[in-house]
């Protein structure tokens, strides 16, 4: 697990610099914004996915289409959804925020977030369990998610301040 924080880490710190100075095209990096996405991709994201794939190999061993099939809704439908809450919380009281604040983000960010992630993950995941073999997993949904982390990096520095349409304001 010591080589995917350390792998997770760098990625969200790439991300982290995307998001700030390429997407949001801010003027003035944010060095503690780098510091928690780093934080939260090597603290809190990296033992996730890690986690995930070898639960998800023990209790659905091979690579056959079904099982794949299987893993694929159990990653769209339980781990996703944790994923992103551990992603919108642990951002929120890093960076300061109320328990009851963090709960209020969380509730106007996981629905559209969610949304957008079975658009990419279901197709990556059927890829990842039928083609990757188990021990490089981990480290393919990284690479992956280096793109899926400045989206939720820019969703969660509140795309909608810099007018994006972000389905944020749909129920």
């Known amino acids: 697990m010591i080589k995917a924080v350390g792998y997770y880490g760098s990625l969200w710190l790439v991300a982290d610099f995307v998001e700030q100075k390429i997407v949001c095209k801010k003027v003035v990096y944010d060095p503690y914004k780098a510091a928690r996405s780093v934080t939260v991709g090597g603290g809190v994201v990296a033992p996730l996915v890690y986690t995930w794939m070898k639960v998800g190999e023990k209790i659905l061993p091979g690579r056959s289409l079904r099982t794949a099939l299987m893993k ?60 990757v073999p188990p021990t490089r997993r981990v480290y393919f949904v990284g690479t992956v998610s280096l793109f899926w982390s400045v989206f939720l990096l820019y969703m969660k520095d509140d795309a909608v301040k810099h007018g994006a349409r972000t389905g944020l304001d749909e129920s």
Do not use: H
Request: glycine share 6%; aromatic share 16%.
């Open 72 to 131: 694929v809704c159990i990653d769209a439908f339980v781990f996703g959804p944790v994923a992103i809450s551990s992603f919108y919380m642990s951002s929120s009281l890093l960076e300061g925020k109320s328990w009851q604040g963090s709960v209020e983000e969380w509730k106007k960010k996981l629905a559209p977030t969610i949304k957008r992630a079975w658009c990419l993950w279901p197709g990556v995941q059927l890829l990842n369990f039928m083609f």
